[in-house]
């Protein structure tokens, strides 16, 4: 996997939404002590589901545009197939590493060492998050100064970059305020700091967070479909998990907002992997439909669409059965049912299928779907020659063909032989 993410902060990513709080599961369900009002359930629900959209479509839109960036630390990360595979097994070891961790050491002091982790990585993703708004929100005339952080190894022509990151004042703002919640969030834990840290994770896992093609996202999300089912249905490891793991892993909201207002306790609870893990599959398609070139985003409303529809069948057979359900289970399904069934009809599903996300062609750039074949005599040459100038906007054969050190000094009968031949061809 490519490796242009800060370790860290790729770490929290893929392992704490993952391998923790995948599908929660308690999601979206109240304790057994509180029975919630028809209006305090459908506020918690409708909340949950508009708190998972924010970062899906944002950070896809945010998705076509960070490859683009020159500060390292928003390049994106690329899953390749290979990563795909492993993953449901690496987050099967870690969920069930901290299950062992919570059974055998205080659950008080590993929540105590994992908030403190998750205030430094909630502080720098939350300010990462609020750069491009913060950007717009600064008057033309704020003083913003360049600066940049920068590590090396050695000296010399073996002189190595460890660490290169550039920021301005703007960026220190943000930092700023990132970290005031954050202190919040230490001393409090307040439902609404988790959530603000919950929502700049899920974001910026679909903006850095890159599926090289689709077939690894089938893959991905094959895997981790099995895995969300057997950690829920199988086992009680996950809801042990979710329940002791204190972290910002999670979108919660009050089913008692009404009755008890921001000091609610009664919670319907969403994980973080069953938005990152659509979310990026969702992104993958949308960059699927800028590389068309149609001025048209059917996959990625399409898979947008299918995603409501998963996760408003998730909350209805969880409030049916009062059982937790892993959500995955309906997600993974509808999200990638539905483009393919789109793109099957459409007859792009082989275009779909061989799209490379690590390859994006500018859309200025020609591109080349056929390459002539050349052979026989030179009249076919010549309209192999033509076929490439219609294919790459260029005429080859009008082309002015620059001499080099052979010929430089041929004679002047030499250049108007080459005048009159090139007056024939035109």
Request: glycine share 6%.
């Amino acid at each position: 996997m490519n490796d242009r993410l800060p370790a860290s902060a790729s770490t929290s990513i893929r392992l704490s939404v993952n391998a923790t709080a995948s599908s929660d599961p308690e999601a979206l369900n109240a304790t057994a002590k509180f029975v919630a009002t028809p209006e305090g359930t459908a506020l918690a629900y409708g909340s949950l589901v508009f708190m998972a959209l924010l970062p899906i479509f944002f950070g896809a839109l945010r998705s076509v545009t960070c490859s683009k960036s020159k500060n390292a630390a928003d390049m994106p990360e690329t899953i390749t197939s290979r990563d795909a595979a492993r993953f449901p097994i690496i987050a099967s070891c870690t969920l069930f590493g901290l299950y062992l961790f919570f059974k055998v050491f205080s659950q008080e002091y590993i929540n105590l060492l994992l908030s403190v982790y998750f205030f430094v990585l909630g502080v720098l993703a939350l300010s990462h998050t609020m750069s491009p708004l913060m950007s717009r929100v600064f008057p033309a005339s704020f003083p913003n100064k360049q600066y940049q952080l920068l590590f090396t190894q050695g000296s010399g022509e073996s002189k190595e970059e460890i660490v290169n990151y550039e920021f301005d004042t703007k960026n220190l703002v943000c930092l700023l305020i990132s970290s005031v919640v954050g202190v919040w969030y230490l001393l409090k834990k307040h439902w609404i700091a988790n959530n603000l840290f919950g929502l700049a994770f899920a974001l910026n896992g679909v903006e850095l967070l890159h599926l090289n093609n689709v077939s690894t996202g089938c893959i991905l999300l094959g895997g981790l479909f099995i895995y969300d089912v057997f950690w829920v249905f199988g086992t009680n490891v996950m809801v042990t998990v979710a329940k002791s793991f204190e972290a910002p892993i999670k979108l919660v909201f009050p089913q008692d907002l009404l009755e008890k207002g921001l000091e609610a306790s009664n919670f319907a609870m969403l994980g973080l992997g069953d938005i990152v893990i659509p979310g990026i599959f969702i992104a993958l398609l949308l960059r699927f439909d800028v590389s068309l070139n149609k001025n048209s985003r059917t996959y990625f409303y399409s898979s947008f669409l299918a995603y409501i529809f998963g996760l408003g069948l998730t909350i209805f057979v969880m409030h049916t059965f009062k059982h937790a359900q892993p959500a995955l289970l309906y997600l993974v399904p509808a999200c990638v049912g539905f483009p393919v069934i789109i793109a099957l009809f459409k007859g792009e599903l082989t275009e779909m299928f061989s799209y490379e996300s690590s390859e994006e062609v500018l859309p200025t750039s020609p591109r080349l779907t056929s390459f002539p074949t050349v052979s026989g005599s030179p009249a076919s040459l010549a309209s192999s020659m033509d076929a490439v100038s219609v294919a790459t906007g260029s005429s080859p054969r009008h082309r002015r063909l620059q001499p080099t050190s052979m010929y430089e000094e041929s004679s002047e009968e030499t250049k108007e032989e080459a005048t009159e031949s090139e007056k024939k061809d035109q």
